[in-house]
């Protein structure tokens, strides 16, 4: 299955993050462009990006996650109001997972499965 998909992880709470808005953009010409802006489901997944979905192409994109309104909502502060992760997607026939592990203070990030 190809596709980009992710899972958010608020390692504070030890839950997922649920409600998060997650934009993906893809890097052309020098330009960003938003091909999907999706939200996190009750298991703080998106499954996949659908809109990129039929032209996943091979390329440079960005995931831009809204951790700060994540924050606000559960009544608390954090140090990154919003979170990007650039990656490269060399073969666009395979599935490529990006999970963030979130804090209100760091992240993580990695190329899952």
Request: proline share 5%.
């Amino acid at each position: 299955m190809s596709g980009i998909s992710t899972h958010v992880l608020d390692l504070t709470r030890g839950t997922p993050a649920a409600g998060v808005v997650v934009r993906l953009s893809r890097l052309a010409d020098g330009v960003w462009t938003e091909v999907a802006a999706l939200v996190t489901d009750e298991d703080g997944r998106v499954k996949s990006l659908p809109e990129e979905r039929a032209r996943l192409t091979r390329g440079q994109y960005r995931l831009h996650f809204e951790t700060g309104e994540y924050f606000r909502r559960l009544g608390s502060s954090c140090f990154h109001p919003y979170i990007e992760v650039v990656f490269e997607i060399a073969d666009p026939a395979e599935n490529h997972h990006v999970p963030l592990l979130l804090t209100p203070f760091g992240y993580s990030t990695y190329r899952g499965s």
